[in-house]
């Protein structure tokens, strides 16, 4: 019945706290040493349903089977679970999978055992992550409608629970999709672990979320709390003053300036509610909230995180060298590489700070004092993550020790910047620091903490530090000095001069014991046999008697299958003594820790952190010195000038190094000023993206502080980069690439400003050639009128015959080269003057062997095109007569697949329209007269893998059915194995060697099994 009892309070808590966080909600209760997980699977199941997935797939244990007994009848149960001590091999595993996990520990012992919830641990709460940060996100959302126009405002929340930082970001802006733009950029930046949303007159479901931020792997909860007394302004300043305690006559709403800011005052209530729910000490010391405010920093917009591959959780390429910061976060510390990624995300706008870092920067290499200080650096554990661990009483002895042995390095780095004098110090605040290391060094005895051969505890403190604890440290030490000699004593009996053949241990009631190997067991049972009835004397290094032992009362009992232990009346005593020793130890230690903890997290936290922000510095610039030495980056020269980029030699930093089969091609390009924009033209594959994402990369590089890839940059500053790359459909937001691309645009329109920078892959790439000719025109034209730097590749050709484009007096335009040498297409990739020739598309589709059909088609428009003249169908404007799609000839004339004379008086035929395209098709007038003479019979267009195709048959091609017969299509096989040959020159070797003429469509079907 017991049993029955703990399976029906596992259900109700497994029912209570998903109901509250939802289906990825796990229990863990404590069933003695273990945390286990319960399911009963009867006529009404309860428990963990999941529980095979959880322990099988996550956890990767065994689910064992059980029984209870219910009144007179055995029924089975499952349970799985693993050990206490294992917590830290286990409980990241759920955590990693976005599992919620309530701890249901025992608070009091047997024989009345009572348990209760005593954490509750999500993705977002874990303060022990073990990555560099780890952030959760609150998003408060609310709709207003003004003269029947909707708008949105928005407060977005962040903390990092490893570091206690905090932002908050502000959001409101009359243009309808900014605040859209700005969560995508804020999520891409902080990558959370967590989501939390709350509306208000807006409607928002995880599909929603999913879909419009493209996210996925993070824990998110949709209006988690539903009580007006979270908005309660009485109720926010009583929570904010709760954790920060100001102390001060103002409100705390108005001390952190949010009386006028509600949904930014939302977000952050919540988050802090968020966190309170689930570890309460996490908000323990965390930092004043920080407001970010955008015209600070260098703004990349919307997706332009993505779309460049700053960071690498976004990126499409995933591998060795798959993002900006990979490539530049050459830190050796953690802080170090929080400061880089968030100056990479967040470059400056302030020129003397962008310069000091330049200027600091190239001290450092000078006599590579950057190297000799990252030989201390690297030696620095996370000390910022341990002074957040102090500030809310987390932080064990190891840890403090750990931290203890970075301050050494600390100390030596510091020492070696100022005796070189490359970076100048807070005096009064280091000095405050030094004092700080030298208490810990008079303090504690971190030889004790270390310590881990011996079982018995040992004060960590130094003596004379607390008299209390000095009193029962020498008594306990006495102990554990006797202990240990009598230990020694024993060893020699066995063999003279050994001194480890016994040892001592304490069980799980701390008892202690003394044990040895079952070998040396019987030998010396032997001895002490030989010596007869007679005293063994205990005795200190200075062979002093200690104890003595008469060898009559020495038994010996069976420890385990390989191990005895040694009883006698004084190892008795020593217990029982040590046992209350230890246990006042303990306390006592635990005591003055916690105090010494508190109160110096008090005195010191600022000259702490100040030192901890200085070491992330210094590990920011020697990784700039090394990153521009290891890659052979330049110095970047700033001018304070109207935006603009002059730069000769430029590189893209991550291209650079992820192809290593070819030299990289630099170029040199001015964008600004004068000459504010660039259209550039190129085939695929030339190179002009990659030139494009270079300039961006190099001014986040140069504006967040670090030199470039390049052999010269010139450059003043920019306070936005827009981009619009190249990407897939979303389908999830039922979007296609132009609707996307449209959304950009209209961004880019309403934001831009003669410091900004666009960046343009192939604009209206997802519409037809008229629309695309018209936007990218009165887009280029846009952009320049506002005086925004701009860089846009483009194919379209036609541009250049269009007015407005050739009247934009500050519009470069360049081609990146390529050559067609018998064929085969060299990529030059040099910027050369002007739009170079149209045809190099269809180079491209040749040599990567696209169907002759489609290069036919392609080169036929190509030619009408050229010509300025394009012939529609009379029928449908969207029918250009370019060719027979029966035998490739010009077409004369257009056949109405289903004849005209079965149309109605409305021109319908069934649900469609006659002249409908799908209806339609261009014949020569030959082929024409093959339908009439019923020589031809065309049946319509289908989808198929090769894209839509036109079905037709011909009165030969009833009879033979097949061209090709068996034996050549066997031939033709044959080239498929034999031969390493693309489609074009299989198909002109098929014709030298066996005459066999043949297109492209039936040449691949015929190779992929399918004629």
């Not at 992820?658 to 033209?681: A, H, P, Q, R, W």
């Not at 009247?807 to 170079?836: T, W």
């Not at 090769?946 to 091609?957: A, N, P, R």
């Amino acid at each position: 019945m017991e049993k029955q009892h703990i399976l029906l309070e596992y259900d109700h808590y497994v029912k209570k706290y998903k109901k509250k966080y939802g289906d990825n909600t796990v229990i863990l209760m404590q069933l003695g040493s273990f945390y286990e997980l319960c399911y009963v699977d009867d006529k009404i199941s309860y428990g963990e349903p999941n529980i095979h997935y959880l322990c099988n797939t996550v956890l990767n244990m065994a689910v064992a089977k059980k029984k209870y007994k219910d009144k007179d009848n055995y029924k089975d149960y499952y349970q799985g679970g693993f050990p206490i001590i294992s917590y830290d091999k286990y409980v990241p595993l759920l955590l990693n999978k976005n599992y919620t996990i309530v701890f249901v520990d025992q608070i009091t012992e047997k024989p009345f055992i009572k348990r209760e919830v005593t954490n509750i641990l999500s993705p977002g709460t874990n303060i022990k992550h073990q990555e560099d940060s780890n952030y959760m996100l609150s998003i408060y959302i609310e709709k207003y409608t003004r003269c029947n126009k909707e708008f949105h405002i928005v407060g977005v929340s962040s903390i990092d629970i490893s570091t206690g930082e905090n932002y908050i970001h502000y959001i409101h802006n009359n243009e309808e999709k900014y605040w859209m733009d700005e969560i995508t950029r804020l999520i891409h930046f902080y990558n959370p672990s967590e989501l939390i949303f709350h509306t208000e007159n807006y409607n928002l479901t995880d599909e929603i979320v999913m879909n419009q931020w493209d996210i996925s792997d993070i824990t998110i909860r949709i209006n988690h709390y539903d009580d007006n007394i979270y908005k309660s302004i009485s109720y926010q300043n009583e929570l904010l003053d709760k954790i920060f305690k100001l102390n001060i006559m103002i409100e705390p709403i108005d001390y952190f300036d949010l009386s006028y800011k509600k949904e930014l005052l939302n977000s952050y209530i919540y988050l802090l509610e968020y966190i309170k729910d689930h570890q309460p000490d996490i908000l323990k010391n965390i930092n004043h909230p920080i407001e970010y405010i955008p015209k600070n920093y260098l703004v990349l917009n919307s997706n332009s995180i993505r779309q460049l591959n700053i960071i690498n959780n976004y990126s499409y390429y995933h591998g060795k060298n798959e993002s900006l910061l990979e490539i530049c976060n050459k830190c050796v510390t953690s802080m170090g590489s929080r400061i880089m990624k968030n100056r990479l995300l967040y470059p400056s706008v302030d020129n003397n700070i962008i310069q000091e870092r330049y200027d600091m920067i190239q001290s450092l290499i000078e006599n590579k004092h950057y190297d000799n200080i990252r030989e201390y650096l690297r030696y620095i554990s996370d000390i910022e993550k341990t002074l957040r661990l102090m500030s809310i009483n987390k932080l064990t002895p190891n840890e403090l020790y750990s931290s203890y042995l970075s301050y050494e390095f600390v100390n030596k780095s510091i020492g070696y910047i100022l005796e070189k004098k490359l970076l100048n110090i807070n005096t009064e605040l280091y000095d405050k620091y030094k004092e700080y290391y030298n208490k810990l060094d008079k303090s504690f005895d971190f030889s004790n903490i270390v310590n881990t051969s011996k079982s018995l505890e040992k004060s960590i403190f130094k003596n004379g530090y607390d008299k209390k604890l000095d009193e029962i440290s020498i008594k306990n030490d006495e102990y554990i000095v006797l202990i240990e000699r009598l230990c020694y004593r024993f060893s020699n009996i066995i063999e003279h001069n050994s001194n480890s053949f016994v040892k001592y241990s304490t069980d799980k009631d701390n008892s202690l014991y003394i044990y040895l190997t079952n070998t040396r067991c019987s030998k010396l049972k032997q001895k002490i046999k030989n010596m007869g009835n007679t005293n063994i004397h205990i005795r200190d290094s200075n062979n002093n008697v200690l104890a003595k032992i008469n060898t009559q009362d020495i038994i010996f009992k069976k420890k385990d299958n390989s191990n005895m232990m040694i009883e006698t009346p004084i190892i008795k005593k020593i217990s029982s003594e040590l046992i209350e020793l230890q246990d006042n130890l303990l306390k006592r230690i635990e005591y003055l820790y916690n105090e010494f903890i508190e109160t110096n997290y008090r005195i010191y936290k600022e000259s702490l952190k100040y030192i901890n922000s200085y070491i992330a510095n210094i590990d920011f610039l020697t990784t700039g010195a090394k990153i521009s030495i290891d890659n052979k980056y330049v110095k970047p020269e700033l001018i304070e000038d109207v935006s603009h980029i002059d730069v000769k030699g430029i590189r893209h930093p991550i291209v650079e190094k992820i192809n290593k089969e070819t030299e990289y091609v630099k170029n040199d390009l001015y964008i600004g000023k004068s000459k504010s924009g660039m259209l550039l033209y190129g085939t695929n594959a030339c190179g002009k993206s990659t030139l494009m994402k270079s300039i961006g990369l190099n001014l986040i590089m140069a504006q967040a502080g670090l030199y470039v890839a390049a052999d010269s940059f010139k450059y003043s500053i920019y306070t936005q980069i827009f981009t619009r790359i190249l990407n897939n459909d979303n389908i999830f937001r039922s979007q296609s690439s132009f609707a996307i691309e449209m959304e950009e645009l209209r961004t880019i329109e309403k934001r831009s400003d003669n410091k900004s920078l666009v960046l343009g892959d192939e604009l209206c790439s997802g519409t037809e050639t008229i629309s695309a000719l018209s936007i990218v025109s009165a887009g280029l034209n846009m952009l320049s009128k506002k005086n925004v730097s701009y860089m846009i590749t483009t194919h379209l050709h036609q541009l250049n015959d269009i007015d407005i484009v050739n009247n934009i007096e500050n519009l470069s335009i360049y081609h990146l080269k390529i050559k067609n040498i018998g064929g085969k297409i060299i990529y030059d990739r040099k910027l050369s003057s002007g739009s170079g020739p149209s045809i190099y598309g269809l180079n491209v589709c040749e040599a990567m062997g696209i169907s002759k059909e489609f290069i036919d088609i392609a080169y036929s428009v190509q030619k009408k095109l050229q010509d300025k003249y394009v012939k529609k169908s009379n029928y449908n404007n969207d029918i250009i007569m370019d060719e027979c799609k029966i035998c490739g000839k010009p077409a004369k004339e257009t056949h109405h697949i289903k004849e005209q004379q079965s149309a109605n008086d409305n021109n319908m035929i069934d649900h469609f329209h006659k002249n409908n395209k799908h209806n339609l098709v261009q014949l020569c007038k030959k082929c024409h007269d093959s339908i009439t003479y019923g020589k031809l019979n065309i049946t319509g267009y289908v989808q198929t893998s090769y894209g839509v195709q036109l079905q037709y048959e011909t009165s030969e091609s009833k009879k033979t059915k097949k061209k090709y017969d068996d034996n050549k299509v066997n031939i033709i096989k044959t080239y498929k194995n034999h031969y390493d040959l693309n489609i074009g020159d299989c198909i002109k070797k098929l014709k030298m060697d066996h005459d066999i003429i043949i297109s492209r469509p039936i040449l691949k079907k015929i190779m992929n099994n399918e004629y």
